[in-house]
């Protein structure tokens, strides 16, 4: 293990305008945000931190198993699924194609947002978002319990074994529909009764069959209470009620965005979940079911890749997980390890938006965010919650991995990361009233030799760094 208090500059080129982002640049463009690590990097923040550069903010991805805070004057706003611009009055707010849509959760966070006076009449929803069904969340739940069964019968020991951690809002079975395409269904279809009703009739059918197969497999004492059989009138009256309150601003979104983007104007498509989720090129199997990253930016909203102009990069001072699988930087192995992540929980409010559920916490991981640089193209980058790692005496941060006694590269498999150790650097930490810095000059020198450090190993320049969740607790770098 090395000491390291280095404070020189990055090694990559800053990119044109990097953290000043002026409108001229933005124009016709579109900007991508999307998360680095496991989720949680502070997307929300950075997305209604832009938006007023922007004439448009798109979701493009994911769906309620989302959850994105925005602290705006000391109020919390939690958005699922709506994207986090809705929070400025007159952004247009598209919740695109590449989204699925649970009807009934964004109906509440709908009238949640209007009660607390948000402005909706800018919202549209894509006619070719599919609908999380009641089936889909049923068959999450069933399939994690199976998986807990199953699991432990493999290892043989009795405990439960590590199912995937789903945020069991239907998303991975409403994603496999999709690709299924005859029992799928889409926000267009809740359109048209008639057509929709005979559609219903038959998804119900073998909806009723698969999952009460499952159902019949797992062991009694570990089944839901009720066994899932779906009466197609009964789903069908649900379907119109949803039509009732969220027909008027479904539409043909791409058709929309694409005259967006030739006008000129600005789009910003703000990502969910984050790059080491990604169906493709995250830690498999332990992944979301959506491609998360900038390269499926262009196809869930439906614009040309040639129109995203820059792709900025979100990460935290340190790693954070939710859910199962592996990860390398994790404090965990000792009293003082867990100590040491339960206080940075505690700091960073580490728990889920949307299921409440406490994130494992870890130091970290370079490597990894390296990789996520490259596979999205990042232009910039912005450090999020620097000031909770504030008070430390010494921080430390994984720059590297060995396998089999070798260096090696980062590699977004669950096989891979089991064999691999994970190199550590020990920097000194930093104290000061770092949440209270504007500048970067403002902030501690040991603060800035990280962010130098992190440079450097991410290969990507630091456009912002985030020392609070307000808006207002944000460096501007190069300002
Ligand atoms: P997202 O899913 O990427 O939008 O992130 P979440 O909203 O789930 O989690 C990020 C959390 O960190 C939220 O509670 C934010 O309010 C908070 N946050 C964002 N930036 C900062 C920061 O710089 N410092 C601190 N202390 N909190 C932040
Ligand atoms: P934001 O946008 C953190 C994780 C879940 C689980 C895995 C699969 O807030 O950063 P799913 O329900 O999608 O099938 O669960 O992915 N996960 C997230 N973790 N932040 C998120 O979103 C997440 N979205 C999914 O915890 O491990
Ligand atoms: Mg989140």
Redesign the pocket.
Known sequence: MTTTTSTSGPTSAPMPNAGSFPRAFLQGRATVVV?LQ????G?GKIVHYLTPLHDAVVRYN?GA????SVVVGGERFALHLIPSGILHKGKRAIIGNGVVVDPAWLIGEIDKLSARGVDMSNLRISSRAHVVMPWHKDE?DLRERLLRVESAAVTGDGKGGEP??????G??PCYADKHQRATAVRMGDLLDEAALRSKVRMIAKIKTATLGALFDALPSAERPEVRPVYDAEVVVRSCVEWAKRLGAMVGDTSVELLRMVEEGKSILLEG???TL?DVDHGTYP????SSTVALGAPTGAGIPMQSVGRVLGIMKAYST?????PMATELIATEADRALAHHIRERGREY????G?PRRVGWLDLPAVRYAVRLNGVTEVAVMLLDVLEGMQQIRVCTGYTVNGKPAEFEPDAGWMSRATPNFETLEGFSGEVSKARTLSELPKEARAYISLIERHVGAKVAIVSVGPDKDQTIRVGE
């Open positions: 998360g496991w989720g949680d990097e997307k994911g198993n989302a959850g994105h999450d995937i951690g789903t945020t069991k809002r998303i991975g969910a979940n984050a989720l332990f992944v979301t079911s997980r939710v859910g199962g699988g889920g938006t949307t299921t559920r």
